[in-house]
């Protein structure tokens, strides 16, 4: 079972574009949403994160958009580079025993074309 | 920022040989480590997670003989694949977690992978 549901699974989007990427999740007790970015060959790196008490979260070109009543957060990447190329995960957290575990969405790959 | 660091990158081993992965963290202390576990083109699934001090949680469907996870410092954990085979193929992460990082998520920082290849 998938809680954690992202869509495309691939995207390709011109230099200077908007790209966008979405999850949803059915899992109320999740309280922290992260996104990853990772390049070929490398582990994931934390791109940016938010708590579900917020809507918007900006950090330079990076912005999630998370509608709680929805259960849906999405990444916007404004004015996309090549260099954004990579596959982002979002994922989602349960505050619990295990030390706070992550539920990982299935990725997309994101291709910017120059 | 932090960094998690794992060795060996890439490693190649024949058939029914064990393979060790070490996962430290460089800059701080992880009480509790993640392992996962990466297929091409395919989303990290978790395999355990490993508590310092403490026998490792599996995950269901994750063979604890199998895959022996010890985290016997507060910067250090290792996967230890027993008689590997070539199904074992995959690339292993790892994940810390700052004991002290009370921000916004208590944030998971990722090792680097290591590839896996049993031939």
């Known amino acids: 079972q998938q809680q954690v549901k992202q869509s495309p699974q691939s995207l390709i989007v011109q230099k200077g574009g908007i790209s966008i990427i979405n999850c949803a999740y059915e899992n109320t007790a999740f309280d922290y949403f992260p996104w990853y970015q990772q390049f070929p060959g490398k582990g994931p790196a934390l791109l940016i994160a938010?708590?579900?008490?917020?809507s918007e979260k900006k950090e330079g070109r990076f912005t999630i958009s998370f509608n709680k009543s929805a259960k849906q957060f999405s990444l916007h990447i404004m004015d996309s580079q090549p260099g954004d190329s990579a596959t982002y995960f979002c994922?989602?957290?349960?505050?619990?025993?295990?030390?706070?575990?992550?539920?990982f969405g299935g990725g997309t790959r994101l291709m910017v074309k120059p | 920022g932090a960094v998690v660091s794992q060795h060996p990158s890439r490693v190649i081993c024949k058939s029914g040989t064990s393979v060790k992965i070490e996962c430290r963290s460089l800059?701080?202390?992880?009480?509790?480590m993640f392992w996962y576990r990466q297929f091409p083109k395919q989303s990290l699934m978790l395999m355990a997670t490993s508590n310092e001090g403490s026998k490792a949680t599996y995950e269901q469907g994750v063979e604890k003989d199998k895959f022996l996870i010890n985290h016997a410092s507060l910067t250090l954990s290792t996967l230890t694949v027993t008689s590997a085979h070539p199904e074992d193929s995959s690339f292993y992460i790892c994940?810390?977690?700052?004991?002290?990082?009370?921000?916004?998520?208590?944030?998971?920082?990722f090792g680097p992978g290591t590839r896996l290849l049993v031939l």
């Open positions: 800059d701080f202390q992880a009480t509790t």
């Open positions: 994940s810390a977690r700052d004991q002290w990082d009370r921000g916004i998520g208590e944030t998971q920082y």
């Open positions: 994922a989602a957290r349960v505050k619990g025993n295990a030390g706070n575990m992550l539920t």
């Open positions: 938010i708590r579900p008490d917020v």
